[in-house]
């Protein structure tokens, strides 16, 4: 295994490094590095490796949203109003709405089926707008109408609205059975999530401000934490429905509402993990793809992308609608809001690993709107922000968001 995680890093690193140099996001390389390591490319990874590979997403995500958290000020979202709030969920139903619509007929799926992967490829990624937002924010465009900022509050938060739908989805594919009441485990998934780890993150700080740790020891116990409170989802699943990724966010918005000195220090700790964390997001990812198989359906299964993202798109501009941003602001929005990639990495081998017949189509969909929507959007981004947003003239980063925007700067 050793060589095999070696070979993971130094090939990946390289590999996102040309890619950047083509002005390509990193996370194209590291996919690449994963299809031609993995079982249908050179097949230079251990099964030993690969057999961990889903714990291994898991650790990433919770990387993910536990950053997310502690660099999200709710107040910032009550600041942008009804478009950040709508953006948390709309964009993401829309695209749920067009996949669930195209794929079956397309893809020779059921409409259970549609729907799952839908969830699937219907998160806007982190990874990609985070950077390009908070540049947006130090040159000072588009922040008069906080524009970066309710894309990266709604972006963060729709992440985790997604993975709950999708953890419900799946769980309706492998019990067979659909039900209204099924889908009441939705609401009662996010309220259960959000007191648990509103109750979790007001526990944690009062211990902090108990006992003197260094910030090292303390990402240490809120990885604990995390991983503690999945395994509390998964114990508790047949009593009462909890989203263990939403209780993690929340533990980390609760530790920066209670202490803001703290949580820009935690925050940067996390992003630093990413580094790593990323490389064996993505690699891992690409080394699921049955190349064979992704050539065979993958015109209908691009097709399904694209619809997607009309769809999606339709979604944004529905949020943006009937407020104070013009024409060009509102197709901004729309295109800042089309990049996927980590949430898409972090679940989309998870119902082939589930033995789903779904599988193999739900991972090569999910790879090919990374592949499609990751470029697009951040060449979009970078295209088109000078011509459809106002400079207000540049603003100091804060220390926090310079970190952040170091941290995520490889993408």
């Given at each position: 295994?050793?060589?095999?995680?070696?070979?993971?890093?130094?090939?990946?690193?390289?590999?996102?490094?040309?890619?950047?140099?083509v002005?390509?996001?990193?996370?194209?390389?590291?996919?690449?590095?994963?299809?031609?390591?993995?079982?249908?490319?050179?097949?230079?990874?251990?099964?030993?490796?690969?057999?961990?590979?889903?714990?291994?997403?898991?650790?990433?995500?919770?990387?993910?949203?536990m950053?997310?958290g502690?660099?999200?000020?709710?107040?910032?979202?009550?600041?942008?109003?009804?478009?950040?709030?709508?953006?948390?969920?709309?964009?993401?139903?829309?695209?749920?709405?067009?996949?669930?619509?195209?794929?079956?007929s397309?893809?020779?799926?059921?409409?259970?089926?549609?729907?799952?992967?839908?969830?699937?490829?219907?998160?806007?990624?982190?990874?990609?707008?985070?950077p390009?937002?908070?540049?947006?924010?130090?040159?000072?465009?588009?922040?008069?109408?906080?524009?970066?900022?309710?894309?990266?509050?709604?972006?963060?938060?729709?992440?985790?609205?997604?993975?709950?739908?999708?953890?419900?989805?799946?769980?309706?594919?492998?019990?067979?059975?659909?039900?209204?009441?099924?889908?009441l485990?939705?609401?009662?998934?996010?309220?259960?999530g959000?007191?648990?780890?509103?109750?979790?993150?007001?526990?944690?700080?009062?211990?902090?401000?108990k006992?003197?740790?260094?910030?090292?020891?303390?990402?240490?116990?809120?990885?604990?934490?995390?991983f503690?409170?999945?395994?509390?989802?998964?114990?508790?699943?047949?009593?009462?429905?909890m989203?263990?990724?939403?209780?993690?966010?929340?533990?980390?918005?609760?530790?920066?509402?209670?202490?803001?000195?703290?949580?820009?220090?935690?925050?940067?700790?996390?992003?630093?993990?990413?580094?790593?964390?990323?490389?064996?997001l993505?690699?891992?990812?690409?080394?699921?793809?049955?190349?064979?198989?992704?050539?065979?359906?993958?015109?209908?299964?691009?097709?399904?992308?694209?619809?997607?993202?009309?769809?999606?798109?339709?979604?944004?501009?529905?949020?943006?609608?009937?407020?104070?941003?013009?024409?060009?602001?509102?197709?901004?929005?729309?295109?800042?809001?089309?990049?996927?990639?980590?949430?898409?990495?972090?679940?989309?081998?998870?119902?082939?690993?589930?033995?789903?017949?779904c599988?193999?189509?739900?991972?090569?969909?999910?790879?090919?709107?990374?592949?499609?929507t990751?470029?697009?959007?951040?060449?979009?981004?970078?295209?088109t922000y000078?011509?459809?947003?106002?400079?207000?003239?540049?603003?100091?980063?804060?220390?926090?968001?310079?970190?952040?925007?170091?941290?995520?700067?490889?993408?």
């Open positions: 295994m050793n060589i095999s995680i070696a070979l993971t890093f130094l090939l990946g690193m390289l590999l996102a490094f040309l890619s950047k140099k002005k390509l996001p990193t996370l194209v390389g590291m996919l690449l590095t994963g299809i031609i390591l993995g079982p249908y490319g050179l097949n230079q990874l251990t099964s030993s490796l690969l057999g961990i590979s889903v714990d291994l997403r898991q650790i990433a995500l919770v990387i993910i949203l950053r997310a502690l660099a999200l000020d709710i107040s910032e979202l009550k600041r942008a109003g009804r478009p950040a709030l709508l953006l948390c969920f709309l964009p993401a139903c829309c695209e749920m709405l067009g996949v669930t619509l195209i794929a079956p397309l893809l020779g799926i059921s409409t259970l089926e549609a729907a799952t992967i839908g969830s699937i490829v219907a998160a806007v990624s982190p990874a990609v707008i985070v390009k937002m908070l540049r947006l924010m130090k040159e000072g465009y588009g922040t008069q109408k906080s524009i970066p900022q309710f894309i990266m509050a709604g972006g963060s938060v729709d992440d985790v609205f997604v993975i709950v739908i999708f953890t419900v989805l799946t769980s309706l594919l492998m019990g067979k059975e659909v039900s209204a009441v099924s889908f485990h939705i609401p009662i998934s996010i309220i259960v959000l007191l648990v780890g509103i109750l979790s993150g007001y526990l944690i700080i009062q211990f902090f401000r006992f003197n740790m260094s910030d090292t020891s303390k990402v240490i116990l809120l990885l604990s934490v995390s503690i409170l999945l395994g509390l989802e998964k114990e508790i699943k047949d009593i009462i429905p989203s263990g990724l939403l209780a993690i966010m929340s533990v980390g918005i609760m530790i920066y509402k209670q202490d803001k000195s703290l949580a820009p220090k935690l925050s940067s700790k996390f992003s630093q993990l990413w580094i790593a964390a990323e490389i064996i993505f690699v891992l990812v690409g080394a699921d793809v049955n190349i064979d198989y992704a050539l065979a359906s993958g015109l209908n299964a691009i097709f399904v992308v694209l619809g997607g993202l009309v769809f999606r798109m339709i979604g944004v501009y529905l949020c943006v609608i009937g407020t104070k941003l013009n024409n060009k602001e509102r197709l901004f929005c729309m295109i800042a809001y089309t990049p996927k990639a980590t949430v898409q990495a972090a679940i989309g081998s998870l119902p082939l690993a589930w033995g789903l017949e599988g193999n189509i739900a991972l090569t969909v999910a790879v090919l709107a990374i592949l499609i990751a470029p697009l959007g951040a060449f979009g981004i970078e295209m000078k011509k459809l947003l106002r400079n207000s003239g540049e603003i100091k980063l804060s220390d926090t968001q310079k970190e952040e925007e170091e941290a995520f700067s490889m993408n």
